[in-house]
Structures are given as structure tokens and as C-alpha cells.
């Protein structure tokens, strides 16, 4: 660990600042919370948010998991927790079950979290209603009032152009019944773990200063029309390492002449399985 | 039979400036009322403090209410304002760019009131959006179109179906003729006129074109440097004109 930064980076202030804010984001679930965001060590867009709320709830006991697009070994996923690691000597895993604290960008784990755990998500913009409301005022009044016939105009324009809500990541949601939020760039695939997640789940937008929650066991529901049902990807494929036919699969081209591959985007989930099979296998064979 | 809106003394400054000065009218349901005078003598700024969009500084503003009761527009808070303005009225702007989503089709342009006031089923909101787009006479094919791709006088025909498809009670139009040419603006006042009558519509319009007023309007205000000088059926007023300013407009009307 290295002593000549504060634990986990940030000064102590700052860290409260930002605690106060994760209080009051709770209390509100969806509500967009503006907190000061400070300079970090990383460009904005790589998770100044996420690493910003991931300093301010890190404990010395924490042990620290962090993805990017479900995989734990991506350079921005990587560095971030090297970090973590020399900034706050936490223990780090690549198990999420062994996680206390995950960050994320893009994706949910597949394997259920449990209440004991807190997800950070990393969010370039918080406010779903921004590509239709450019003014910042405005859209804060929409909230306020709860006025969202405006985000079905964008899934109406969805339908009217693709046929289907072509809306495939950051899915706008209804926290509580009551604030539509961005759940961040993750797939739709993962709308459904949202609702009635027993981990808290804490979403920071450095650049665009705002940090927002959705508290254990809360409501979050997808918005939809009644004739064009919220729907979740599927695939006709299996998982070609681990042969899941449950988990969010990527598609990676492995060659010049076209030759694809499906395999899941969770590399822990993916692993797991595959260990598990071997093993089981090995138990075969002892047994025999 | 009793007024739908009712407007008394009101006013509005812009410093030491006069938007408009001690309006008072009733305005009673299915009737369209033009305001009519040149260019800067206030009636815009009168159209705006009617619809809520500009704040009044004296003169107090009431609403009947569809069950009969009289709200004071003065007092009302911003979210009952806008539910106000998304259920029960509609604003059509001079000019359509304004009023119109043109990043989004002409079908989510006309169904975004709809879907304001929680309609989500979204086969029911497309067959709304195309009888509309008929009504105003735009071809029902061209409902995916984006508005931007539409001439100036179809922008205003489907900023009119935008604002009237959830029915409001009242409707307030700036100029909705200005800027078009004179073979589109008759068959937008040919289409506000029919609408006007099949819905049951009560309308404020201001105009600068005292033939509109004409096609239009029972009753007209004619309004000079933000006060009124002169009201009353329409007829009357353009065929036989009291106040000199009034006579100076009629009398300045290029006739063939």
C-alpha cells in the first residue's frame, strides 16, 4: 500500500461529501443527487464516478471486484483495481461471490448477488431524458413533476423505425414507481436483475456530477407499451467455453474469413462453470 | 351562458416598458376570439400570460374548470400549470419549428400528448396519429417522416393535429398563418375553421391579418401600444370602426 495518498485516495472531506450524498440518494431511490466530483487519475469516461463512490464506501476489510463489460481482465478493468489495491490495500478477487464491493461498467454479474454486497456503476450520462430534453432545467422540472410521456416517444420512434423497441442498452427504468433513471449502459438483459436486488446498487456520474441509488429490494420496472412488452435478448447459441445457454454471450470474430464465437461476457461466471465441469468430470472418473 | 375564461385588468411590463395594460374580456366556450393590431402593440405578450408561459404583474386570470368551477390561474402552482397545459389546452405557435419535435416522426410528434397523458398502447397511438395526420389533410404514408422533411404549411397542419388530438378545451394560436403563402393560409384557416366547430373548440388567436379575424373570429380585440382600444363582434368592427386606430387598420387593408 502506498502511504503518500489518503486510504482509498480521496481526503476524508471529500469522502463524506460524497457519503452524504450516497445518504441522500438512498432516501430518494432514482433521484439524481449532484455531488462536487473531483479531479481523479483517470479521464473522464473511464469511471471518474464509479471511483469516486467506490473510494468513499472502500473499508480496510473490503475485498474489491471490478469489471468492465463483464470481464475482470480489461485494461480499464485492470487498472482500477490495481488502484484500489495500492491506494487502499484492499484484498481484490475476480470471484464475485467472494466480492464485498463491485464495480461495474456495462454489465450485472450473472451470479446472484446477495445482500452484502454493493454493486457501483459507472455512468457517462444520468439523465435518460437527455437526448429528447437538451435543457438541464427542464428535464430537472420533468422529474420533479413526473412528467415521462416523454421517454415513450423515444421507444415510439423505436417501434415506428425498427418495428421493435431497438433499445438494447440503458434501458430506461421507473425506480419505485416514481423517477425514471439511466440504469448506465448496461444490456437490457440485465433490466430484470435490477428489480428486487437484495445488494444496493449506487450509480456515479463523474463528469456530469450526479450520483443516484436503487436500495435493496426496490421496484424498478422497464418501461414498455402494453402491445410492445419489455424484452430481453436471446441468443441461438450456447456459450462456446462453458456451454451456458443462460448468460449474456459476446460475439468475438476470430479470424479473417468470418468465423464467430459466442462466449459469455461474464469471464468469472464463465470460469466457474468450467471448473465446475472439470471437476465433476474428475469426480467421474475417480468414482469409475 | 357562462365564460370558460375570464380576464380582468391584466398586465404585464417589461421595465418601465408596456407589454400589454389592463386587459379584460370573457372568453366563452366554442368561441374563437382574434386579437388583432400591428406588430409590436402587445399581443403576443397578451397571448402569452393567457397560456401561462409569460407571468402577469396585475389583473387576475380564471379558469372554468369541466366541473364547473372557477380556478384562479394567478395562483396555481407549476405542476398543476402544466397538467393544465397538456390536458385541457393547446398552444400553436407562429411558427412551427417551435412547437414541433423535429427530431422525431410526424406520428410521435402528434401521439407525445397522448402518450403525456399515459396512453402506452402503442397500435392504439398510431391509429390516432393517422386519422389525425388525414384530418389535417397530410398524407397518412408520411406518418414515419421526420417534420423537417415537410413544407412550411404541412409543419403548421401537424403542429395543429399535435395540439389538438388530446381535444383541449381551449386553444391559443400565435400567427398560425404568418409566414405562408396566401394559398397555404387559406386552407389552414379553412381547416382551423372546420375543426374549430367539429370539436367545440374555444380559441384565442392573434392575427395581424384582419381578414383572418374575419373568416375566423365572432369577436375581435383590437389592440394599440398594449391596451385595447376597441372590442366587439367582428363584423361590426371591421365594417364600421369606431376608435381612429382601428379605422387607420381597416382602412389600410389592400382590397382588389
Request: aromatic share 6%; charged share 25%.
Amino acid at each position: 500500500m502506498s502511504t503518500a495518498y489518503n486510504f482509498a485516495f480521496l481526503d476524508e472531506n471529500t469522502k463524506r461529501m460524497l457519503r452524504r450524498g450516497l445518504l441522500k440518494a438512498v432516501a430518494i431511490p432514482g433521484y439524481q443527487v449532484p455531488f462536487g466530483s473531483r479531479e481523479m487519475p483517470l479521464p473522464y469516461g473511464w469511471g471518474t464516478g464509479g471511483i469516486q463512490l467506490t473510494a468513499a464506501l472502500l473499508g480496510p476489510d473490503d475485498v474489491l471486484k471490478v469489471i468492465d463489460q463483464g470481464a475482470d481482465d480489461t485494461t480499464n478493468a485492470v487498472n482500477i483495481r490495481r488502484f484500489f489495491a495500492r491506494v487502499a490495500g484492499v484484498a481484490t478477487t475476480e470471484r464475485t461471490a467472494e466480492a464485498t464491493l463491485i464495480q461495474t461498467r456495462h454489465r450485472i454479474p450473472e451470479t446472484p448477488l446477495r445482500e452484502d454486497q454493493v454493486l457501483v456503476f459507472q455512468v457517462p450520462e444520468p439523465e435518460p431524458l437527455r437526448t429528447l430534453e437538451p435543457r438541464e432545467a427542464e428535464t430537472r422540472s420533468l422529474h420533479a413533476l413526473a412528467d415521462y410521456g416523454l421517454m415513450h416517444v423515444k421507444l415510439y420512434e423505436d417501434i415506428a423505425r425498427y418495428g421493435h423497441i431497438a433499445t438494447s442498452y440503458d434501458y430506461p427504468v421507473l425506480v419505485d414507481g416514481r423517477y425514471l433513471a439511466s440504469p448506465s449502459p448496461i444490456p437490457k438483459f440485465d433490466n430484470p436483475k435490477l428489480d428486487g436486488s437484495p445488494a444496493l446498487m449506487l450509480f456515479g456520474a463523474g463528469r456530469e456530477k450526479r450520483l443516484y441509488a436503487i436500495p435493496p429490494y426496490t421496484r424498478v420496472e422497464s418501461l414498455a407499451f402494453d402491445d410492445h412488452p419489455f424484452e430481453i435478448q436471446r441468443w441461438e447459441h450456447v456459450c462456446a467455453l462453458c456451454g451456458s445457454d443462460e448468460s449474456y454471450l459476446d460475439e468475438v470474430v476470430v479470424d479473417d474469413r468470418g468465423t464467430r464465437l459466442f462466449v459469455c461476457s461474464d469471464t468469472d461466471y464463465c470460469a466457474q462453470r468450467r471448473d465446475a465441469a472439470v471437476a465433476s468430470e474428475e469426480n467421474a472418473e475417480a468414482a469409475a | 351562458m357562462s365564460a370558460l375564461l375570464q380576464v380582468r385588468g391584466l398586465s404585464r411590463r417589461y421595465g418601465a416598458r408596456i407589454g400589454c395594460a389592463e386587459v379584460s374580456f370573457d372568453l366563452h366556450p366554442g368561441e374563437l376570439l382574434c386579437i388583432v393590431g400591428e406588430s409590436g402593440s402587445g399581443k403576443s405578450t397578451l397571448l402569452n400570460a393567457l397560456a401561462g408561459r409569460l407571468a402577469p404583474d396585475a389583473g387576475s386570470l380564471r379558469y372554468r374548470q369541466r366541473d364547473g368551477s372557477w380556478l384562479e390561474l394567478g395562483a396555481l402552482d407549476e405542476a398543476n400549470r402544466r397538467r393544465l397545459a397538456r390536458e385541457e389546452w393547446g398552444f400553436v405557435t407562429q411558427n412551427p419549428r417551435d412547437g414541433l419535435r423535429l427530431d422525431v416522426s410526424a406520428g410521435a410528434n402528434v401521439a407525445e400528448r397522448l402518450m403525456a397523458l399515459g396512453e402506452r398502447n402503442y397500435a392504439e397511438l398510431r391509429a390516432t396519429a393517422s386519422a389525425w395526420l388525414e384530418r389535417v389533410e397530410i398524407d397518412p404514408a408520411r406518418i414515419d417522416d421526420a417534420p423537417g422533411a415537410f413544407s412550411g404549411g404541412m409543419q403548421q397542419r401537424l403542429q395543429i393535429a399535435r395540439t389538438l388530438v388530446t381535444r383541449p378545451r381551449l386553444v391559443f394560436m400565435d400567427e398560425p398563418t404568418a409566414g405562408l403563402d396566401v394559398s397555404v393560409q387559406a386552407r389552414i384557416l379553412d381547416l382551423l375553421r372546420r375543426l374549430v366547430t367539429e370539436l367545440d373548440l374555444a380559441a384565442v388567436m392573434v392575427t395581424h391579418d384582419l381578414a383572418v379575424a374575419r373568416l375566423l373570429a365572432a369577436r375581435t380585440l383590437v389592440m394599440q401600444r398594449g391596451r385595447v382600444v376597441e372590442s366587439g363582434l367582428t363584423d361590426q368592427i371591421l365594417d364600421d370602426p369606431q376608435h381612429p386606430y382601428t379605422q387607420l387598420l381597416v382602412s389600410s387593408v389592400l382590397t382588389t
